[in-house]
């Protein structure tokens, strides 16, 4: 059965689109610092509390940054006990379809839908998130197929209440390598704990 859907272009494969907007040799030499941290911590080998911490939507690159600016000021006095990652979300989950589904989708609220100026833009805010802060973030991983577009700026990934039972997300969560290694997996919408745990 054919979907009735019109085909606008051909997006760049995640590889194409990390060779045309590439991070600089300081935004992974951070990148792998963090991680090794927070896998540290997870380990036990270091006393810390990760705080994942942020808003649920991030579709304002400007306001973005200046909230993890004033986050980073935080962390720095707290970075003995406390390890931060902010959450930049921009991926928007909607349960029957409708409404604004994020940067992703939509970088700009005003305009129409654009998937390929999304990705850039969501791409860029989290390459400016580390270069200007220091801080590696975590975005939803509501898509695993898109998800790949940010694999080297991330440190943390959530599965939200929508996907927690889809294989695929499963799948791709449990991968070691970061920042799929560090994922957390959300319950249910229903509330229900078992499935998330199941997930685990």
């Known amino acids: 059965m054919e979907m009735e859907m019109e085909f606008l272009r051909k997006l760049p494969t995640p590889a194409e689109l990390k060779e045309e907007y590439p991070v600089s040799a300081q935004v992974v030499a951070t990148k792998a610092e963090r991680d090794d941290e927070i896998r540290a911590i997870f380990e036990g080998k270091e006393d810390k509390l990760i705080l994942v911490i942020g808003p649920c939507s991030a579709d304002n690159e400007d306001a973005v940054i200046d909230y993890i600016s004033r986050l980073r000021k935080v962390q720095d006095k707290v970075a003995d006990k406390i390890f931060m990652i902010p959450r ?8 029957i379809g409708i409404g ?19 990705i850039i833009a969501i791409r860029q805010m989290h390459k400016r998130a580390v270069e200007e802060t220091g801080f590696t973030c975590a975005d939803e991983m509501l898509y695993p197929e898109n998800h790949r577009y940010l694999s080297d700026l991330l440190s943390y990934v959530a599965v939200g209440a929508r996907s927690v039972e889809n294989q695929q997300h499963r799948l791709t969560a449990s991968d070691k390598r970061p920042p799929h290694r560090n994922s957390c997996l959300s319950r249910p919408q229903k509330f229900e704990f078992q499935p998330m745990r199941k997930g685990v």
Not at 100 to 118: A, I, N, R, S, V
């Open 88 to 95: 930049i979300y921009t991926n928007k989950p909607r349960t």
């Open 100 to 118: 604004y589904k994020g940067m992703l989708h939509q970088p700009d609220p005003e305009k129409e839908t654009d998937m390929l100026k999304g």
